[in-house]
């Protein structure tokens, strides 16, 4: 199963379209000890460097466009995992990747509108949101109904896209994106990121309407699908999944709320067809300049011939602007024997 990276490099999950106009250079770097408490240890590294320039630096006459660079790098120590879960506990943990283009294509905005074309990937764009962008399990970034079915622009793969965003609102948001159907590995052409061929590939499309509210508290609902044809199908694969994010308290920066996702690829060729999932959110409540976020997160994925259910705890705390700190403690159960207990301890640095 592929993953989902939590720091959405100089974007958000529910950004606006209006053009910034001073260009944007940020370098972000992981590095994550982890243990199954007994004598397994494994050492991740992920640096990302990204560069967002508009076009008025350009041409004076050139306005509201920009071109968009980020190119990743992955370093992992051991080849083998130490753990057999299926839905990852970790979410940068992936084997050794030198280089490779997360994201190069050039965006135009317009009033409430923008299309990006080049090389993109899903997670830039679908499945960050405020409170799931907290967790390290894989699964509560990208839905396994969607990353462990189909072979597409999950991290830290990427593929040619046409992505389309309409804002009519500062609350409602609709996004579509057009991807090759097929994410082709950087491991073996670094240039592969740039195929376009449907008739082997296929296509795939993703999208997703949501809504971020202030009002009540905060909150962010959104309903996704994600549809895939292919020379391997007879039929159209879907997915359909939703999230549900809400607070209950918030006040001087302090904040509890929960989350809820579903998710379901009911196809009989696909390998997990449904999940969900239960957290909570705590913001503020640990530390005296209440920077910190407490998250427990509990979640099912129901597969073909075995389910497997995690709870994931984790805690993170920014030591200062640049540096944060986060450790965060996995108990998984796989079917009804196998079991691990994983603790990690992730440090992420920011310029």
């Known amino acids: 199963m592929k993953k989902f990276i939590i720091i959405i490099i100089g974007l958000t999950a529910f950004s606006s379209v209006s053009a910034q106009i001073q260009p944007i250079f940020s370098a972000e770097y992981y590095t994550e000890i982890q243990t199954n ?6 050492w991740v590294n992920l640096l990302s460097l990204m560069i967002d320039v508009p076009t008025e630096k350009i041409s004076k006459n050139w306005k509201n466009g920009s071109f968009q660079v980020d190119v990743i790098a992955v370093y992992t120590l051991f080849h083998d995992r130490i753990a057999d879960d299926l839905l990852e506990f970790s979410n940068i943990e992936e084997e050794s990747v030198p280089i490779n283009l997360f994201l190069f294509g050039y965006e135009h905005k317009w009033k409430k509108v923008s299309l990006f074309g080049g ?14 962008s907290l967790f ?24 040619t896209c046409l992505h389309f965003e309409y804002q009519p609102t500062k609350e409602l948001q609709l996004k579509t994106s057009l991807y090759n159907g097929v994410a082709h590995n950087p491991r073996e052409n670094v240039f592969s990121v740039f195929t376009i061929n449907p008739s082997k590939d296929g296509v795939a499309v993703m999208s997703e309407l949501s809504y ?3 009002k009540l508290g905060s909150g962010f609902y959104a309903l996704g699908t994600f549809v895939r044809t292919a020379p391997e199908y007879e039929k159209t694969s879907y997915s359909i999944w939703t ?6 308290f918030k006040k001087d920066n302090k904040e509890i709320g929960f989350l809820l996702q579903g998710g379901m690829a009911p196809q009989t060729n696909n390998e997990c067809n449904y999940y969900y999932a239960v957290g909570g959110y705590f913001q503020g409540l640990l530390s005296p300049k209440k920077q910190d976020k407490l998250g427990i997160y509990t979640n099912k994925a129901f597969f073909t011939n075995t389910t497997e259910r995690t709870i994931e705890v984790t805690w993170q705390y920014p030591i200062i602007e640049q540096i944060i700190l986060q450790p965060a403690f996995h108990h998984i159960r796989t079917g009804n024997k196998t079991v691990y207990n994983i603790g990690l301890l992730r ?4 310029i």
């Open 37 to 42: 408490f007994d004598k397994k240890y494994n």
């Open 119 to 132: 090389v993109r990937n899903v997670n830039l764009d679908y499945f960050a949101t405020p409170y799931t």
């Open 136 to 159: 390290v399990n894989s699964s509560a970034g990208i839905f396994p109904t969607i990353s462990i079915n189909y072979p597409l622009a999950n991290y830290p793969l990427s593929a």
């Open 212 to 214: 971020m509210q202030h």
């Open 243 to 248: 999230t549900i994010e809400q607070s209950v």
């Open 347 to 350: 440090i992420i640095f920011m």
